[in-house]
């Protein structure tokens, strides 16, 4: 299974830069990296997907090195509705792979003013 | 209007009792997922479809059954309710395979009393 290990919670201060790492040591050659965003409540939104070296959207970056057996996702200038639990996921998009893939507890990312 | 919409939002029953969730897309998406979450938890999957013929348990089905009835439909049961299915559940739907962008709808909170 592919499995993720990311940080329980974090704290930071708005206007700051967040970066979430997300190790993954056993991320398959066809596998892809994806993170989401989840609010109390709400189902998970996606942030971004990735399957080496950077991506960017409008809404945040992510970076994998060349080995992929981590990322880190960077949520830019962060602001309090940034507040929230952020997924890390890794998984195949053909589906013989479906129910391989995990939501662990994800990390509670805390902004303050 | 939203691209995946579950009803009801929120149910509360007795133990014994049979509950039906039920999950619409209009994203035109072949593959629906329905995940259960508990307080603190990450997602996890319960059963998944990739089309209307394909039906397939995930990872925790026992005390659950599903029907896809049309390729926007996918509708969870529970034959008898207890209350340690107390939890939030959320529908979701990809285009490819579950490694994929998935779409959440909303969620249903259903507590078992």
């Known amino acids: 299974l592919a499995k993720t290990t990311q940080p329980i919670s974090m704290d930071s201060y708005e206007g700051q830069e967040v970066n979430i790492t997300c190790s993954h040591n056993?991320?398959?050659?066809?596998?892809?990296i994806t993170w989401y965003q989840q609010f109390p409540s709400q189902g998970p939104r996606f942030i971004i997907q990735?399957?080496?070296t950077k991506v960017t959207n409008e809404v945040a970056s992510l970076f994998i090195p060349a080995d992929r057996k981590s990322s880190t996702l960077s949520l830019p200038r962060v602001s309090l509705s940034d507040t929230a639990v952020y997924y890390c996921?890794?998984?195949?998009?053909?589906?013989?792979?479906?129910?391989?893939?995990?939501f662990g507890s994800g990390t509670r990312l805390s902004i303050r003013p | 209007d939203a691209d995946v919409t579950q009803t009801p939002r929120n149910r509360i029953t007795k133990t014994g009792k049979r509950i039906m969730l039920e999950c619409s897309q209009t994203?035109?998406?072949?593959?629906m997922y329905w995940y259960r979450q508990d307080p603190g938890l990450g997602l996890r999957l319960i059963y998944y479809?990739?089309?209307?013929?394909?039906?397939n348990k995930g990872e925790i089905s026992d005390g659950y059954s599903v029907s896809r009835q049309a390729q926007a439909k996918f509708s969870l049961s529970l034959e008898s309710a207890i209350p340690n299915q107390t939890a939030l559940y959320f529908c979701?739907?990809?285009?490819?395979?579950?490694?994929?962008?998935?779409?959440f709808g909303p969620g249903t909170r259903l507590t078992v009393l």
């Open positions: 979701a739907t990809s285009d490819a395979g579950q490694g994929d962008e998935q779409f």
């Open positions: 056993n991320i398959a050659t066809n596998d892809y």
């Open positions: 996921l890794v998984g195949d998009k053909r589906d013989s792979s479906a129910s391989k893939i995990i």
């Open positions: 994203k035109g998406h072949d593959r």
């Open positions: 990735g399957y080496k």
């Open positions: 479809s990739f089309d209307v013929k394909d039906i």
